[in-house]
């Protein structure tokens, strides 16, 4: 059998293609984005909605479906109002985005001094066996973890982490989420994981970071008060043992990689202006 390629190929069916990925990509980013909130829950909930609904209309139980669609046009408004802040925070985002100048400088700066700040508070912390515990939102939510602690909404800064940590102050005990660059809360609450990997010899702190890297794509930074040592946990991977080089080396990789894939668009629009050759 042969196959006419040339009306395979062609612009009707790639706008189809990428229609498919575009929707694809929304809802990928949808469920990362909701992953370890409350939100899940919220998803659950419209799932059955329409499961109920599809079962209505099928079994022709027109009450059913009455109410189902009062449920889903009223819906919509209640939503609206239940995550105005975060609805707010994801605009905020987009209008601070640097998607139409050339901001890949400023944004390389700002990657400089947040990793700046935070090896200049691990190396006092770790000299002087002061414990701390510092998770970094990534893609996935972390909402419900950040309603635990002390609201702060700061700036970060090594000074201030280090001041957060010092031992028998109001805020030391707990963890520091930082979310879009900034302090969002310290003395937050962090779920410990019940993996018998994790050695006997770590404590609740190595727990926690391990906990939140098994329910979140989050990174997180522990300080031993007992002896002093660096680890980092991310996708339920414990790597203790961490000097300077180690993880400043960890957190440049992985926070310059993820600046390039925000900028994934600029490299795509070169290749296209180059007529797709590479030279």
């Known amino acids: 059998m042969n196959i006419n390629w040339s009306q395979m190929i062609s612009w009707q069916n790639l706008a189809n293609l990428i229609d498919i990925l575009v929707v694809w ?8 984005i909701v992953r370890g909130t409350k939100a899940v829950q919220l998803l659950n909930g419209i799932l059955v909605i329409v ?3 599809a079962v209505s209309y099928y079994l022709n139980l027109h009450t059913v479906s009455y109410i189902v669609d009062m449920v889903i046009n009223w819906g919509v408004v209640v939503l609206v109002v239940i995550f105005q802040p975060e609805i707010r925070r994801a605009l905020e985002r987009i209008g601070r985005s640097q998607f139409f100048d050339g901001g890949s ?5 700002e990657t400089d001094h947040f990793i700046n700040a935070l090896d200049k508070a691990i190396q006092y912390m770790s000299k002087r066996r002061i414990g701390a515990l510092v998770s970094i939102q990534m893609n996935t939510g972390l909402e419900d973890y950040i309603e635990t602690g002390i609201p702060l909404d700061a700036d970060v ?3 201030l982490l280090i001041n957060i940590f010092i031992p028998n102050t109001p805020l030391h005990d707990g963890a520091v989420i930082i979310r879009d660059n900034k302090i969002a809360v310290a003395a937050a609450y962090l779920p410990l994981s019940e993996s018998n990997m994790i050695p006997k010899e770590f404590g609740t702190r190595h727990r926690a970071a391990v906990g939140i890297s098994e329910v979140t794509d989050a990174l997180t930074i522990v300080v031993s008060e007992e002896t002093g040592e660096v680890s980092i946990t991310k996708n339920s ?35 296209i202006q180059k007529g797709g050759s590479k030279k």
């Open 25 to 32: 990509l929304f809802i990928y980013r949808l469920i990362m």
């Open 51 to 53: 499961l109920i609904k």
């Open 105 to 109: 400088h400023q944004v390389q700066e």
């Open 157 to 159: 800064t090594g000074e």
């Open 237 to 271: 991977q414990l790597i203790h043992g961490l000097n300077r080089d180690d993880y400043l080396k960890y957190l440049h990789a992985h926070f310059d990689s993820t600046e390039e894939q925000k900028n994934w668009w600029k490299q795509a629009l070169a290749f």
